[in-house]
Structures are given as C-alpha cells and as structure tokens.
C-alpha cells in the first residue's frame, strides 16, 4: 500500500484582480510507499510546502486528488495516522518540555497513564528527559525540533510529514534529527520530508523527488541516483605494480583477483543542480 498518492495535484493561487494566477503546483504524480523515508527536494519557492499542505488538507487543490494510505485527503480521517512538524513550529514558549507534550497528547483524545507513558518514551526518544521540566524559552533550536518531533509522534502514527526538519539546525542538533529519522524508519514508520539542505538528507531518505517550479522534474532511488554511470571503478588486489598501466586490458592474466566492481557515487547536491539546469524553464518563486 502507498501512505501518500497523488494524481494530478494542481495548486494556482489567485494573485488579485487582473493579475492572473500563480501556478505553485503542476500536475503531480507521487507515489510514498509505507515504511519508506522519501525526500521532498526543490529549492525555495518550488512547491514543496504546497504539497504538504495539500496532503494535509490544509489547502484545497485546483485540480487532481491525493490519498492517504488509499483514504481521499478530504476527509478529516485520512489524518488520524499523520503526525506533522511545520517548517517553523510555533509552541508556547512558557510551558515546559513535559507540559507541551501533555498539552498535544489531550489535543489528540489522550489523558491518564497512556499519556504519561507515551510522554515518558517520547522524551526518551528524542533525547531531552534532562530538559523535561525546562520551559521551551530556554530550549536551543536543535531542541526545539526535537520536542517537535516528539509532538508530532504523541499519538504513535504511521506517517510522518516534515518540513525542513533540519533548517537552522547546528552540526549536531543536524544530526540528532538525522539519526532519530533513522530510529523511526526502524520502527515502521514512513516518513515524507521536505528539504534543501541535500547533503543531510542523502543519508536518510531511500527515494527522493526534485521539484522545481512546481514540477517534479527527477525521482527515483538515492543510492542510483547518485552513482555515476559514466565511469567504472574496478578494486583489485595483488596485482603487480608493473601490471598496473595495462589493468584494462589484463587484469585477470596479470594475477589479480577482482575484489569489487562499482559506479563510484557523485553527490545528491551535484545531482540535483545538474536537474536544475537541465529543467530549461527558467527560475520563479511558487511556495
């Protein structure tokens, strides 16, 4: 089963009178498959925001449809198993870690024991049991993301909607949320996350999709992707220093063993320019 299908998915946004329509989102054809991390990529403005609103319903489409685990994105039901974390999340900053996990926890129907249990694993979680009792004015940026996180994971769901999870984030607030994504990825969870930051999310996401103007423009499987299949890189061993210069043509007579044979990898940021520049359709702001 797909957690997120769209068909078509068209979003114009009306600028005012006798200024025409801002096309945001173009006909878009996703496909998340359950239990998978999949990257949301394009640079600002390209419309990846958009498509998050629209599988949430918090937007309507111009045209075409979208499905949560095959339940039409219209019904308040197709968002019963969906935790979100906005780009910039805003919390009240005067309650403290626990506090706000209570307040969101009664927010989806929970109380008692099960919510003082979840709230228990969900700080463990996340990394900030010591910051439990610290009001969030005090709490980093890193922080801040985390205990945002660990709001959207408050009534266990199946389908995890970031938006820039890592934006503004340090170094090591980066990678905490990096390696958590992971953690929920081995639970079973399938995580749709938007970003521009491509470096951080090569190592997280197994399938990937480049939007630009509105256009999904490249998809497809990180790891071959970003292999370059215009060189070779052969890894042999024992082979003979004077063999070395004729290792095309005879590595087998020259006595060494063939260790390895592999398309040495580019990088998903070189990849995701050379899709930029390819796309000939110039540059514009849709978000």
């Known amino acids: 089963m797909d957690a997120i299908r769209t068909e078509q998915l068209t979003k ?5 009178w006798r200024k025409g329509r801002l096309l945001a989102l173009d006909k878009l054809n996703l496909r998340v498959h359950e239990g998978e991390v999949y990257g949301l990529l394009g640079p600002n403005g390209s419309g990846k925001s958009t498509t998050l609103k629209l599988i949430l319903d918090l937007i309507a489409p111009t045209e075409g449809q979208a499905w949560v685990f095959d339940v039409p994105c219209r019904k308040v039901t197709s968002r019963l198993h969906v935790g979100f974390l906005p780009e910039n999340p805003y919390f009240y900053r ?27 694993e969900l700080l463990e979680l996340v990394g900030l049991v010591k910051a439990r009792d610290r009001r969030l004015s005090g709490y980093s940026k890193g922080m801040l993301q985390r205990i945002g996180l660990a709001q959207a994971l408050i009534h266990d769901p199946k389908l995890l909607l ?3 999870p890592t ?11 990096r390696d958590l994504i992971l953690r929920l990825k081995g639970m079973g969870k399938t995580v749709l996350l938007s970003s521009h930051l491509l470096a951080q999310v090569q190592n997280v996401c197994d399938r990937i999709g480049v939007l630009n103007l509105g256009q999904l423009i490249l998809e497809g499987d990180v790891r071959t992707l970003i292999s370059d299949q215009r060189r070779l890189s052969i890894t042999v061993q024992d082979l003979p220093e004077a063999a070395r210069t004729r290792v095309e043509e005879a590595v087998r007579a020259a006595g060494a063993t063939v260790v390895g044979v592999e398309n040495p990898q580019t990088t998903l940021e070189s990849l995701f320019l050379d899709a930029l520049n390819k796309d000939q359709r110039g540059t514009g702001h849709h978000d």
């Not at 114009?12 to 005012?16: E, I, M, P, T, V």
């Open 12 to 16: 114009k946004y009306d600028l005012g």
């Open 94 to 120: 005067y309650l403290t870690g626990v506090e706000t996990l209570e307040f969101y926890g009664k927010l989806c129907g929970m109380g008692g024991a099960p919510l003082r249990r979840r709230i228990e």
């Open 162 to 164: 970031l938006d820039e």
């Open 167 to 177: 934006a503004g984030v340090d170094p090591i607030g980066s990678k905490d949320i």
